[in-house]
């Protein structure tokens, strides 16, 4: 029986059991500071995980969660991971777990996001890629603790992409490889490294230093000797 350990266990690991709910016992385990529930079949966050006193991480990726009941989460909690799920939703309350530094939703449902998360001002790293968001919500950016933002795979991400292409083209002149060939190489500098030196075809001049820098395509190249 695993209430023998409701005094000393520390981080329980329930991933990949084809779970759907948790035992109200889970409630005594007083020291318990992580569930992995990871791989299960739970719909929504198990309630009994609210009332573990010291539980500061909590796991449930790849379930079947379709709704998110703020109230299940502990005060004391730190490091949220949903990924993998059917959220389509994330409720203000959560901006109530004042200690979050971690929150993971990657691989949901999410168009938006609830601007009281901005009251979670312990945040460290927010993951949200494989989304619906149209965009990144402005207060989400001025997270005092904000070291890493993941939105990859979102709407937003095709728009971002062709605002960089088209200031690129605008900024920087398009130069195609097959418009240039090799010169003459450069003298070994001692350091077995070579230097060659690519120049526009019917062309005797080199491309000046500030062109080189700029061009997608490099004019001149180092390659390895070794």
């Known amino acids: 029986d695993i209430l023998i350990f409701a005094d000393t266990l520390r981080v329980l690991n329930l991933s990949h059991n084809n779970l759907s709910e948790l035992p109200a016992e889970l409630a005594q385990f007083r020291v318990l500071l992580s569930v992995d529930l990871t791989g299960n079949e739970f719909s929504q966050i198990p309630s009994v995980l609210s009332v573990c006193p010291q539980l500061c991480t909590i796991t449930i990726s790849k379930n079947k969660l379709c709704h998110l009941d703020a109230s299940s989460l502990p005060q004391t909690l730190r490091a949220l991971d949903l990924s993998d799920n059917l959220l389509e939703v994330v ?131 180092a390659t390895d000797n070794i």
């Open 91 to 221: 409720p203000s309350e959560l901006g109530f777990c004042k200690k979050l530094q971690v929150l993971i939703l990657d691989n949901n449902r999410l168009s938006d996001l609830p601007s009281e998360i901005s009251a979670c001002n312990m945040l460290e790293v927010v993951r949200l890629s494989g989304n619906r968001l149209a965009s990144v919500p402005s207060w989400l950016l001025m997270l005092p603790k904000l070291a890493l933002i993941s939105f990859l795979e979102n709407p937003m991400c095709a728009s971002l992409e062709a605002e960089a292409v088209a200031h690129l083209e605008m900024a920087v002149p398009c130069e195609a490889w097959r418009d240039f060939e090799e010169g003459v190489p450069l003298a070994d500098s001692g350091s077995g490294v070579h230097l060659r030196v690519f120049r526009r075809r019917n062309c005797g001049e080199v491309p000046s230093p500030n062109v080189q820098a700029a061009q997608s395509t490099t004019d001149a190249t």
